[in-house]
């Protein structure tokens, strides 16, 4: 069973930056064979997509954080990455990383859809002071 662990979350000021980290283990496949994404969940919202990589190795990010955030994984350490620069109070959250979600190639373009039981971790949390 896959298990993911979060963390490198914390409060920074508006314009900082964090870099979240996700631990993979469980799984008997490297990452370069998944596809991967990251989440975040502000308080009283909806959880929404911030990133996703593809099993082929292409990364799509939410308009809301390109050209601030990159998504990067270390294959042969299991742990994915979320360098988070520019950071503004919007950003704030709880961050979750998420695998072995489904990729479509449709022509309005790529998309990832986590698998209905997740896997989930617990999340980090993030504060971005104004």
């Known amino acids: 069973q896959v298990q993911l662990v979060e963390s490198g979350g914390g409060l920074v000021q508006t314009g900082g930056s964090l870099r979240l980290s996700c631990q993979v283990s469980?799984?008997?496949?490297?990452?370069?064979?998944?596809?991967m994404a990251w989440y975040r969940q502000a308080p009283g919202k909806s959880r929404e997509q911030v990133a996703f990589f593809t099993s082929a190795g292409s990364v799509h990010y939410a308009d809301f954080v390109k050209g601030r955030f990159i998504f990067s994984r270390d294959n042969g350490k299991k742990m994915m990455y979320l360098q988070m620069n520019g950071l503004q109070p919007e950003d704030s959250g709880t961050y979750y990383c998420n695998v072995n979600g489904r990729v479509d190639y449709l022509s309005t373009g790529v998309t990832y859809t986590p698998q209905d039981l997740g896997p989930w971790g617990r999340g980090t949390q993030v504060a971005v002071s104004s």
């Open positions: 469980g799984s008997l496949f490297s990452l370069n064979a998944m596809a």
